[in-house]
């Protein structure tokens, strides 16, 4: 499975942006798509989560300023980001999770099994 992320960029602090992230290969047993993020001297941390049954995850961090979704049916999903913060500045990095989740942890960075390049997420003051 491959992840092609796309957006991100530069906005000034309570502006908006959104991410994408689009997977390919064999994505059939795939359970969803979702984000990571990490800033200069920091570990990585979690954002947010896509299962294909609809189900939804985020970091406290995001709640009620970040939306996950999927793009029209495809094996792809959108991250919209609202009210951003200097604080949301990061790498932003897509990953994906396969089956089983038995003892799956969302915020486990090791626990996803593909991860797409980083795109640059700059939050001025």
């Known amino acids: 499975v491959q992840l092609q992320a796309s957006g991100g960029g530069l906005v000034q602090a309570g502006g908006s942006l959104r991410l994408s992230c689009a997977a390919s290969g064999p994505t059939r047993n795939t359970y969803g798509l979702g984000w990571f993020r990490q800033s200069p001297g920091k570990e990585r941390e979690f954002v947010a989560l896509?299962?294909?049954?609809?189900?939804?995850y985020y970091a406290d961090s995001v709640k009620g300023r970040f939306t996950i979704s999927r793009d029209n049916g495809k094996v792809a999903v959108n991250l919209q980001m609202i009210r951003l913060l200097p604080e949301d500045t990061a790498v932003y990095f897509c990953?994906?999770?396969?089956?089983?989740?038995?003892?799956?942890?969302?915020?486990?960075?090791?626990?996803?099994?593909?991860w797409g390049q980083g795109t640059l997420v700059t939050v001025s003051s």
């Open positions: 990953v994906g999770k396969e089956r089983p989740i038995v003892g799956f942890r969302v915020n486990v960075s090791h626990q996803y099994e593909y």
């Open positions: 896509y299962g294909w049954s609809g189900r939804t």
